[in-house]
């Protein structure tokens, strides 16, 4: 169960939304400007909203009635960017240890060895950040966000970046992640066609107002 | 005697000579290394945190650069001389003397030079991207391993080019220095006092030649060192 209920304001832009997922995977959709990277920074911890409720299944991260807010680096929730954010000046495989020494907190979903060999990043462990191509450089950020043995994992616009060839590896990816970690995938994407195939759950935003969610029943239907 | 021995006893340096030279490199040393933790604490302060009175503190760190530097080394003999607060407490618990001791003189430097490495440090933290320090939050890293591990080595072209500056600063103080410290020969003299003394000399002529001549080459070697190891960090950098 994802539950994601936010009110917030910055400058002139408002977004409110209340979002109830019970599925795995829930896909936020629509415009830029919709406020989708906006909810994942609120889930993340990143950004605090001036009100709302924030719980995955039984892990209550933000409640500002209840006065809850969690720390960013205690929610454990592996945020992995649209543009990657790797750090600079470490090797890939250092990137991907990063967040293992604080990953001790709860039971180990994710080993070294799975995430190398399901993204395929063993050729590039020994290199940095700069010698890697886009799509490269995504699947590193995937596999450093899954070694911080998430709760949850966030993923903005995973797609966006790759070229087409790419793009049905990467979907592929996220099905397989879905299918071999039991962890709940929120991802954004500005195509609704594009997550059809694998979302649980698809939540619609505009101009930050939820305009549709449509449960996994809906979603599966052709 | 010929032109050429004439040269080449001018090109000898006399022991009190020495003396000052190996003093100004160990005060600058000193000076720059001791002030280093401090400035690189308050540019990451300024740079990415909010506080009351951030202005003030801002203004503060930065007064020793506008201030005459006279004045600061007469503030320094009130505060850090024997009968000064901070003098005092500090030869109670340490030992730690400061007037008319090397010490003093570093002190000097230190505080002179601290603008200078503030600045440098703050753009070099400022230009860390936020996102990357966001990002290793979000891999659980506390403030404290993210500075460690990800502001830190990717400011260190900014920080190494402080604390050069804070070097090169503290060879040249002159000010500060012979107001806190005065110009005592084997005790506080420093290339800059003793060029100052030389020249004050009818003979100091070749004292003051061949002093200038080191301190030419100490600001090459610092500047050289500066870009080489900048040069090396980007490198990496560059993965």
Not at chain 1, 73 to 95: D, K, M, T, W
């Amino acid at each position: 169960m994802i539950e994601i209920a936010v009110e917030h304001t910055q400058g002139d832009f408002t977004i409110a939304a209340d979002i109830r997922a019970s599925g795995r995977v829930l896909a936020l959709c629509g415009p830029s400007g919709a406020g989708k990277t906006t909810l994942l920074d609120v889930i993340a911890g990143l950004r605090r909203p001036r009100r709302g409720r924030v719980a995955v299944d039984e892990a209550v991260f933000l409640d500002t009635a209840r006065g809850i807010d969690v720390p960013a680096r205690l929610r454990r929730i592996g945020y992995v960017f649209q543009e990657a954010r790797l750090f600079p000046h470490l090797s890939v495989a250092h990137n991907l240890t990063y967040g293992a020494r604080f990953a001790s907190r709860g039971p180990k979903l994710v080993a070294f060895a799975d995430v190398v060999a399901l993204l395929g990043l063993e050729p590039l462990l020994a290199r940095g950040p700069a010698r890697l191509s886009g799509g490269e450089k995504q699947r590193v950020a995937i596999g450093r966000a899954l070694l911080s043995n998430p709760r949850v994992l966030l993923m903005d616009e995973p797609l966006n970046a790759i070229d087409d060839a790419r793009r049905q590896d990467i979907l592929h990816l996220i099905e397989t992640l879905r299918d071999a970690f039991a962890i709940p995938i929120i991802f954004v994407s500005h195509r609704v066609s594009e997550v059809e195939r694998l979302a649980s759950d698809i939540a619609e935003l505009e101009l930050g107002r939820l305009i549709a969610l449509r449960g996994p029943r809906e979603a599966e239907r052709p | 005697m010929s032109d050429g021995a004439a040269w080449s006893e001018a090109l000898i340096f006399s022991p009190a000579e020495w003396t000052a030279i190996f003093l100004s490199l160990k005060v600058a040393t000193v000076g720059a290394l001791a002030s280093l933790p401090f400035a690189v604490g308050l540019a990451w302060l300024l740079a990415r945190r909010r506080f009351p009175g951030k202005s003030l503190v801002n203004a503060l760190a930065h007064l020793p650069l506008v201030l005459p530097p006279v004045v600061t080394g007469w503030l320094l003999l009130i505060a850090f001389g024997r009968q000064g607060i901070f003098g005092r407490a500090l030869e109670a618990c340490c030992g730690l003397t400061f007037a008319f001791h090397w010490t003093g003189a570093a002190l000097a430097a230190a505080v002179m030079g601290f603008p200078l490495m503030v600045r440098a440090i703050r753009l070099s933290i400022e230009a860390v991207d936020a996102r990357l320090e966001q990002a290793a939050q979000t891999l659980g890293a506390p403030s404290w391993y993210i500075f460690a591990t990800v502001t830190l080595p990717l400011a260190a072209p900014g920080i190494i080019a402080g604390l050069i500056l804070g070097f090169a600063k503290a060879i040249g103080e002159f000010g500060a220095t012979i107001t806190f410290v005065a110009n005592i020969p084997g005790q506080t003299q420093t290339i800059a006092t003793a060029i100052y003394s030389a020249t004050q000399d009818p003979n100091g002529a070749a004292t003051t030649w061949r002093l200038t001549g080191i301190a030419l080459a100490i600001a090459f070697v610092a500047l050289f060192v500066s870009e080489a190891l900048a040069a090396r960090v980007a490198k990496r950098d560059a993965g």
